[in-house]
T-cell receptor, first 116, second 114 residues
């Protein structure tokens, strides 16, 4: 596709359930990022991939959060045993080259997660 | 620790005027800085990147300055239009660990009135 694609666009789940969020970056982009944005707040960095490796996972809030990237393309963010404080919009972005230093981040429209 | 500060209050201006948004940062000297626009319910969209050795950058009606002494970037929109109404985010690499990732400010909401 022409842009970064994320799915699902909306997810409502019950507390304690696991969720998977998917990101399909722009073809050829080697850098991939996950951010989350709570209502009315700024973007919070979660994890950065370069190819299939994640040199920076420093933003993952707990061990309930994990992410992987396969084939240098699609990435999945998994949240286990969801809590209400996990409710947010999860944004994925991709970039050429090494990432933000070389140019812009292209963001998807986000996956809105609501934990009841 | 590093801080990125953007005015949390909305900026209301009249159509045709110049909007000026401020991004202040503390405790370090980033090598570059980026500005993004975010509309409600959408992902951020890149506007401009400026590096530490550049004082000013322009793109159409947009102008960004980067004052490494004041530790401040100013973002200007000239001849503003109602369609410019959005939240504007500044973003910088972190002080340590991660030259290729961005830390975002909370953003400033701009409302341009006809």
């Amino acid at each position: 596709g022409a842009g970064v694609s994320q799915s699902p666009s909306n997810k409502v789940t019950e507390k304690g359930k696991d969720v998977e969020l998917r990101c399909d970056p722009i073809s050829g982009h080697t850098a991939l990022y996950w951010y989350r944005q709570s209502l009315g707040q700024g973007l919070e960095f979660l994890i950065y991939f370069q190819g299939n490796s994640a040199p920076d996972k420093s933003g993952l809030p707990s061990d309930r959060f994990s992410a992987e990237r396969t084939g240098g393309s699609v990435s999945t963010l998994t949240i286990q045993r969801t809590q209400q404080e996990d409710s947010a919009v999860y944004l994925c972005a991709s970039s050429q080259g090494q990432g933000a230093n070389t140019g812009e981040l292209f963001f998807g429209e986000g996956s809105r997660l609501t934990v009841l | 620790s590093q801080k990125i500060e953007q005015n949390s209050e909305a900026l209301n201006i009249q159509e045709g005027k110049t909007a000026t948004l401020t991004c202040n940062y503390t405790n370090y000297s980033p090598a570059y800085l980026q500005w993004y626009r975010q509309d409600p319910g959408r992902g951020p969209v890149f506007l401009l990147l400026i590096r530490e050795n550049e004082k000013e950058k322009r793109k159409e009606r947009l102008k960004v300055t980067f004052d490494t002494t004041l530790k401040q970037s100013l973002f200007h929109i000239t001849a503003s239009q109602p369609a410019d109404s959005a939240t504007y985010l500044c973003a910088l690499p972190p002080r340590t660990g991660g030259y290729n990732k961005l830390i975002f400010g909370a953003g400033t909401r701009l409302a341009v009135h006809p």
